[in-house]
């Protein structure tokens, strides 16, 4: 199923000093649609409601709510005539009015005041709207007068960008198929939409445009992925935007990550069973991991031991750091252990002939083997 990120342009901001109450805010239609520029053709009719709430443990005091719906004839106006917009408000005890002058609605309490407790939702309604014949966003501001305890009663508003989009505008019905797959797993995204409008397809840091397109094939995804099909129309200067979203869940996902905090049981270590290790034996780690070499002195030219890494690809002779171990009294059982990272290289390396007994045991951070790559005199 798609996910409705947008119902129209409705990027939110807030004043320095923050609401006390949090505000949705959804459309009916959706997206809201212009009227027809033809004056003789009636004119769409839509609907705004404002979900508000509380939400914290203390109540705040509210004198009044006030919404500001700009008027006219012109893009960034939402409706043609105010007074035939119908508010409401699910409070009781509270009263809804149109400020004519100031294109406001006005939502008050019986008193001077009234609480909104942390359990109180409720909703403000603008119904009947004679929707504007310019295609645009329409800045509507919501502006609450409130306090908590004895403090100064201050405006605090938040502005809503709401979009009105051409009459035969549409995008519908953008779907991720299959929603589950295994890493690395291909999908198919496919949707509906309208020729009036510029698509773009964003996941990760990717960014396509796809507005001649009603679906695309996506390979080798790797980790749980959201896809952003976004519409773009109207004026260049005054666009309307609507964003749907598609998921994609991946069975055991790469994970990209910072900090990390887990509750429960987890595997991070693979142990390998140990190998013979061979003078002048030359290894990859295919993932990171810790090279343990076990080892014992079984003859009188033994002297000591080296584990040379090297970068992937780079020469033997460049290396990234050496460690050496004495190979100590014969028969006396030593060991050395170095960390290698994912692609690095190990060279085994025995001062003596056959006098040294060596295996090697390789602990990877998940599934990755030590790759024997040969031996290599040095």
Same mark, same amino acid.
């Given at each position: 199923?798609?996910?409705?990120?947008?119902?129209? &342009?409705?990027?939110? *901001?807030?004043?320095?000093?923050?609401?006390? %109450?949090?505000?949705?805010? *959804?459309?009916?239609?959706?997206?809201?649609?212009?009227?027809?520029?033809?004056?003789?053709?009636?004119?769409?009719?839509?609907? @705004?409601?404002?979900?508000?709430?509380?939400?914290?443990?203390?109540?705040?005091?509210?004198?009044?709510?006030?919404?500001?719906?700009?008027?006219?004839?012109?893009?960034?106006?939402?409706?043609?005539?105010?007074?035939?917009?119908?508010?409401?408000?699910? @409070?009781?005890? =509270?009263?809804?009015?149109?400020?004519?002058?100031?294109?406001?609605?006005?939502?008050?309490?019986?008193?001077?005041?009234?609480?909104? /407790?942390?359990?109180? /939702?409720?909703?403000?309604?603008?119904?009947?709207?004679?929707m504007s014949r310019k295609v645009g966003t329409a800045p509507i501001t919501i502006t609450e007068r409130s306090r908590?305890?004895?403090?100064?009663?201050?405006?605090?508003? *938040?502005?809503?960008?709401?979009?009105?989009?051409?009459?035969?505008?549409?995008?519908?019905?953008? @779907?991720?198929?299959?929603?589950?797959?295994? &890493?690395?797993?291909?999908?198919? %995204?496919?949707?509906?939409?309208?020729?009036?409008?510029?698509?773009?397809?964003?996941?990760?840091?990717?960014?396509?445009?796809? *507005?001649?397109?009603?679906?695309?094939?996506?390979?080798?995804?790797?980790?749980? !992925? !959201?896809?952003? @099909?976004?519409?773009?129309?109207?004026?260049? !200067?005054?666009?309307?935007? +609507?964003?749907?979203?598609?998921?994609?869940?991946?069975?055991?996902?790469?994970?990209?990550?910072?900090?990390?905090?887990?509750?429960?049981?987890? +595997?991070?270590?693979?142990?390998?069973?140990?190998?013979?290790? +061979?003078?002048?034996?030359? =290894?990859?780690?295919t993932t990171d991991g810790i090279v343990t070499v076990a080892f014992k002195s079984i003859g009188p030219n033994a002297?000591?031991?080296?584990?040379?890494?090297?970068?992937?690809?780079?020469?033997?002779?460049?290396?990234?750091?050496?460690?050496?171990?004495?190979?100590?009294?014969?028969?006396?059982?030593?060991?050395?252990?170095?960390?290698?990272?994912?692609?690095?290289?190990?060279?085994?390396?025995?001062?003596?002939?056959?006098?040294?007994?060596?295996?090697?045991?390789?602990?990877?951070?998940?599934?990755?083997?030590?790759?024997?790559?040969?031996?290599?005199?040095?």
């Amino acid at each position: 199923m798609s996910l409705v990120v947008q119902t129209q &342009n409705s990027s939110t *901001t807030a004043a320095a000093d923050d609401p006390l %109450l949090s505000c949705t805010v *959804t459309t009916t239609p959706s997206p809201l649609k212009a009227s027809p520029e033809n004056p003789q053709v009636p004119e769409e009719i839509g609907e @705004l409601i404002f979900s508000v709430a509380r939400q914290s443990s203390t109540p705040a005091d509210v004198e009044w709510i006030k919404v500001k719906v700009p008027a006219g004839a012109m893009a960034p106006d939402l409706a043609t005539d105010l007074n035939k917009i119908s508010p409401r408000i699910s @409070l009781t005890g =509270w009263t809804a009015r149109l400020d004519a002058t100031a294109k406001e609605f006005v939502f008050e309490p019986t008193g001077s005041h009234a609480p909104i /407790g942390p359990d109180t /939702g409720f909703t403000i309604q603008l119904s009947d709207i004679p929707m504007s014949r310019k295609v645009g966003t329409a800045p509507i501001t919501i502006t609450e007068r409130s306090r908590t305890g004895n403090s100064a009663f201050q405006n605090r508003p *938040t502005i809503f960008n709401i979009g009105k989009f051409p009459a035969d505008f549409y995008l519908r019905n953008f @779907l991720c198929t299959p929603s589950i797959v295994p &890493n690395p797993g291909d999908v198919k %995204l496919t949707w509906e939409r309208s020729a009036n409008a510029t698509y773009e397809l964003l996941y990760g840091d990717v960014n396509l445009d796809v *507005t001649n397109r009603t679906s695309l094939d996506i390979e080798g995804i790797k980790s749980d !992925t !959201t896809f952003y @099909l976004r519409a773009t129309t109207g004026d260049p !200067t005054n666009p309307v935007v +609507r964003i749907l979203s598609a998921q994609v869940s991946v069975t055991k996902p790469d994970l990209d990550i910072g900090n990390l905090t887990v509750n429960g049981s987890t +595997r991070i270590l693979h142990r390998y069973p140990p190998v013979a290790m +061979r003078d002048s034996s030359d =290894w990859r780690a295919t993932t990171d991991g810790i090279v343990t070499v076990a080892f014992k002195s079984i003859g009188p030219n033994a002297r000591n031991i080296d584990l040379r890494i090297r970068a992937e690809g780079s020469s033997y002779h460049d290396l990234i750091a050496v460690f050496s171990a004495d190979a100590g009294a014969e028969d006396e059982q030593k060991s050395l252990s170095v960390p290698l990272q994912r692609g690095e290289c190990l060279h085994y390396l025995q001062r003596s002939y056959s006098d040294i007994d060596a295996t090697v045991h390789w602990c990877s951070f998940g599934d990755g083997e030590l790759e024997f790559l040969g031996i290599v005199p040095w």
